[in-house]
């Protein structure tokens, strides 16, 4: 089995960073992508970033455009977000997903447990 572990929240001031990391552990045969989303209060979960694993190709959305890198460590199966000059509209809970395959079974879909950012002074 295959489990995703965030960690790196936390209350932060505007303007402020933190570091995400998402850890992929278990039965890891290969990695196809990273991706975060997040859920603010009351709405639904959006798109936030996403990196290829092999060749480290990423994609952001355009509210993160410059504030947000993400990044990973293939030795450790490990994914990050970077987030720079935040803002309170950050404020959500923040999942990793990732495209996963175990040996003998084909790629599937996996969640984090997901992790709270606050942004507010």
């Known amino acids: 089995q295959v489990q995703l572990v965030e960690s790196g929240g936390g209350l932060v001031q505007p303007g402020g960073s933190l570091r995400l990391s998402c850890a992929a552990s278990?039965?890891?045969?290969?990695?196809?992508?990273m991706q975060w989303y997040r859920q603010p209060p009351g709405k639904q979960r959006e798109f936030v970033a996403l990196?290829?694993?092999?060749?480290?190709?990423?994609n952001d959305a355009d509210s993160v455009k410059g504030r947000f890198t993400i990044d990973r460590d293939t030795a450790k199966n490990t994914g990050y977000l970077q987030m720079n000059s935040l803002k309170p509209e950050d404020t959500a809970v923040y999942y990793c997903?990732?495209?996963?395959?175990?040996?003998?079974?084909?790629?599937?879909?996996?969640w984090g447990q997901g992790t709270q950012v606050t942004v507010s002074s």
């Open positions: 997903n990732a495209v996963i395959k175990e040996e003998h079974y084909s790629p599937r879909n996996y």
């Open positions: 278990g039965s890891v045969y290969n990695i196809y992508n």
């Open positions: 990196i290829e694993w092999s060749g480290g190709r990423t």
